[in-house]
């Protein structure tokens, strides 16, 4: 089993940053990707970035240059570095970790973030 809490997510102002954090636990070693979702309300989960344990990165076209993902795989940790946000980015965003680039096997319970106008 794989554990995951997010933590981070709060309330900004358009054009603020924030980071968000992910801890994972249990069998995360054997997780080779792992990645942000976010959903919005009435709008299906999308994929936010996703980062290999080797450290190759995916990203949804709304948020390049804006968001970084980053992992360190000796904590068990990943990061999602939010710059110049805008409302549309309001969400909850969720942690994940799967085997590979398909639908993850694990997710986290959400943070919420929200960005006012």
């Known amino acids: 089993q794989v554990q995951l809490v997010e933590s981070g997510g709060g309330l900004v102002q358009a054009g603020g940053s924030l980071r968000l954090s992910c801890a994972g636990s249990g069998r995360l070693f054997s997780m080779n990707i792992m990645g942000w979702y976010r959903q919005a309300p009435g709008k299906q989960r999308e994929l936010v970035a996703g980062?290999?344990?080797?450290?190759?990165?995916n990203y949804a076209g709304s948020v390049k240059g804006r968001f970084t993902i980053s992992r360190d795989n000796n904590k068990n940790t990943v990061y999602l570095q939010m710059n110049s946000l805008k409302p549309e980015d309001t969400a909850v965003y969720y942690c994940?970790?799967?085997?590979?680039?398909?639908?993850?096997?694990?997710w986290g319970q959400g943070t919420q973030v929200t960005v006012s106008s």
């Open positions: 994940s970790a799967g085997n590979d680039w398909g639908l993850p096997d694990y």
């Open positions: 980062i290999s344990r080797g450290g190759s990165t």
